[in-house]
């Protein structure tokens, strides 16, 4: 079955570790993107990559890092610059523009635990 | 910031309908609203969209209004599984990062017995 596959489900840390967190998707799509979520918050964007090779900032890249060297993974890594990394990260992707129409896919998810 | 406004909580009785209302008021002509779902501790899940017409799939119905300000999304007979924040999103079809999607906090349903 096509979907994105987040791994670890939970990642402890210990502070001022880089950590990195994996996302695998087999469903072709272009775009990924990567979001936090603290409790009882929304989805914040982190970065997003619309192409192999390219990726944007999004509203909270301070802290992290990310790679799209390849289209079916896009991996993000929390920095020790990252000043309050405890959250739960999501990766989602969507194909192209005009086969966007469903909107996007999201992984299960990572909690991250800075110990 | 979000473009949406959604009431933070709700309740519904199982088996009821669950209306879950967006304002929307400074939505564009090119803006699609989408809804998705958050169940505890899971990745979003697509529910439903639409521009300006009525919409159902198997899992719900969209409402929008005339004007396009507002809309309701439809859980036709509420259950326990159905209770999760639910998010009211718009954007644009296509479009690279105009495209981006962006969540508020959501509306938290939740449906009791």
């Known amino acids: 079955d096509g979907g994105i596959t987040q791994s670890p489900k939970y990642l402890f840390r210990k502070e001022g570790q880089n950590v990195t967190l994996s996302c695998e998707q087999n469903?072709?799509?272009?775009?990924m993107y990567w979001y936090r979520q603290d409790p009882g918050q929304g989805l914040r964007l982190i970065y997003y990559?619309?192409?192999?090779?390219?990726?944007q900032k999004g509203d909270i890249a301070e802290g992290y890092s990310v790679s799209r060297e390849k289209k079916e993974s896009f991996p993000l890594t929390v920095t020790s610059a990252q000043k309050n990394p405890t959250a739960f990260y999501l990766c989602?992707?969507?194909?192209?523009?005009?086969?966007?129409?469903?909107?996007?896919?999201f992984g299960s998810g990572t909690r991250l635990t800075v110990v | 910031d979000a473009k949406t406004t959604q009431p933070p909580s709700m309740d519904c009785a199982e088996g009821r309908a669950a209306n879950l209302p967006c304002n929307h008021s400074?939505?564009?002509?090119?803006?699609?609203v989408y809804w998705y779902r958050q169940i505890h501790s899971q990745g979003p899940q697509y529910i439903i969209h639409?521009?300006?017409n009525n919409e159902t799939n198997e899992m719900a119905s969209l409402i929008i209004t005339e004007d396009r300000k507002s809309s309701t999304l439809i859980l036709p007979h509420a259950t326990l599984r159905d209770t999760a924040v639910y998010y009211c999103?718009?954007?644009?079809?296509?479009?690279?990062?105009?495209?981006?999607?962006?969540f508020g906090k959501g509306t938290k349903l939740s449906v009791k017995p």
């Open positions: 989602a992707s969507s194909p192209p523009g005009t086969e966007f129409r469903y909107g996007y896919t």
């Open positions: 469903l072709n799509h272009d775009a």
């Open positions: 990559s619309q192409i192999v090779n390219d990726f």
């Open positions: 400074t939505i564009s002509g090119n803006e699609y």
């Open positions: 639409g521009l300006k």
């Open positions: 999103i718009v954007r644009v079809l296509y479009g690279g990062s105009q495209g981006n999607l962006i």
